[in-house]
């Protein structure tokens, strides 16, 4: 069950973008015997969805770092690069077509054709997306019917349907968007995003799709959407795998009488990167609230140290832990895990006497030692929460971060031992 996570609120539409979804029984390969050519017999849950974007937009996007990474996410890096605009984003979930080598490549330039044939704009316009199984190949001729279908029911309130459209594991849709004020004028945030299990981005199985109505130019956007991506999406954990597919993708349509932004220095554009940082932050937490049989969220804080870098190295190796993550679920105050947690991050000349603990207002260890004043039974009602912060100060200098992660269940190995069944 997700934490504290409900149905997204309501979704703005933002100028210059629409989206459609539609059923095309992505998840078994094409080869599989049932293959519901008869699209009556194909179930309901739609699987692919389509976002068209106007012919000015201006769009970018930070991608995992694997290196098995999916055809896709190496067709959309070759389609942005080449700097022609981007008019559509293709997304399929059920199947991810990563180690499917020279076919999946193919096979993703195909439906990027199909989604630029009825669209009427050009294949490097289109950029394709996928999650789901890895290894399998895609069942191209249903999805281009699919994709296909999507044209006739593109509406720029469909945020919702193709929210739940991306959906694999997640338990709920992630979908938040915001109005806001930039150098006094409107402008409209929408975003959704996708994912539960193999969550570590290294930019999980993570896609995410953020939209706004503000005038920002290409170069200017690249270096805003990896920003963005450092202070959300970077920040998360589930269970510290880092996906073949991962995505994020940022457009802007220019519809906003906002003024056009060229530069980080330009007027508006720290209160556009607020905005939008704050969207994404809560797509990520989503992501996390939602994570594979999770009961609790947990931030990971850590201050004192040398350098904001150092700060993530520990606050990751904490998150990371599965025998921090395991004492998490089960509500157990066994601080010792953390300190192996911290000491194994691998700091530069460490001093343990210089670390302080605490559980949310709970003080576990002072100066390297079980504080004083300890009590284990307020330690585990900490823990009992729904939420918390383990706060970690190392003593050793300015600065500080913070990571997001769940615990790890029972649930999270059933969920990923019946995977694929």
């Known amino acids: ?3 504290n996570l409900a149905e997204p609120g309501e979704l703005f539409p933002v100028a210059g973008v629409t989206l459609a979804a539609a059923a095309a029984q992505v ?3 094409a080869s599989d015997s049932e293959t ?8 309901e849950r739609d699987d692919l969805a389509l976002i068209v974007l106007d012919e000015h937009a201006s769009v970018a996007g930070v991608f995992t770092q694997s290196g098995f990474a999916a055809p896709p996410v190496q067709l959309c890096r070759k389609h942005l690069a080449a700097g022609a605009g981007n008019r559509a984003f293709i997304i399929n979930s059920g199947n991810a077509n990563a180690a499917t080598g020279e076919r999946g490549m193919r096979d993703a330039k195909s439906l990027c054709m199909t989604a630029a044939r009825v669209l009427d704009i050009d294949a490097t316009e289109v950029l394709p997306f996928s999650t789901g199984v890895i290894g399998e190949f895609l069942p191209v001729e249903r999805m281009s019917e699919g994709f296909a279908g999507c044209v006739k029911n593109l509406q720029a ?13 997640d338990t709920l849709p992630k979908a938040f968007s915001k109005k806001i004020q930039v150098a006094g004028a409107t402008v409209t945030i929408s975003g959704m995003s996708k994912g539960a299990g193999m969550m570590r981005p290294d930019m ?20 805003l959407v990896r920003d963005i991506a450092d202070a959300s999406f970077n920040r998360l954990t589930v269970d510290g795998d880092t996906s073949t597919n991962d995505s994020f993708v940022l457009a802007c349509t220019s519809h906003s009488d906002a003024p056009a932004i060229s530069a980080m220095s330009d007027t508006g554009y720290a209160e556009l990167r607020a905005g939008l940082v704050e969207v994404a932050v809560e ?13 609790k969220f947990v931030t990971v804080r850590v201050t004192g140290g040398r350098t904001q870098a150092e700060c993530a190295l520990v606050a990751f190796t904490v998150a990371h832990s599965p025998l921090v993550k395991t004492a998490i679920f089960a509500g157990d105050p066994n601080w010792g895990r953390f300190c192996m947690a911290i000491g194994r991050a691998g700091l530069t000349n460490f001093e343990q006497s210089g670390v302080t603990l605490h559980l949310d207002e709970v003080c576990i260890a002072r100066d390297g030692l079980v504080d004083a004043g300890y009590s284990e039974p307020e330690a585990a009602q900490v823990m009992a929460r729904d939420e918390y912060q383990v706060l970690i100060d190392l003593d050793r ?3 500080e971060d913070e990571v997001w992660t769940s615990d790890l269940s029972y649930e999270y ?8 069944t």
């Open 1 to 3: 069950m997700a934490v």
């Open 27 to 29: 998840k078994p390969s």
């Open 36 to 43: 519901y050519t008869d699209a009556a017999m194909r179930p």
């Open 157 to 169: 309130d469909n945020w919702l349907v193709a929210a739940r459209a991306i959906m694999t594991t």
């Open 204 to 223: 999980a199985t993570m896609l995410a799709f953020m939209a706004c109505d503000a005038t920002v130019d290409s170069q200017t956007l690249q270096i």
């Open 283 to 295: 797509l990520a937490q989503a992501i996390v609230r939602d994570g594979e049989g999770a009961t």
């Open 397 to 399: 200098g300015a600065a």
């Open 413 to 420: 190995v059933r969920i990923n031992a019946e995977y694929r």
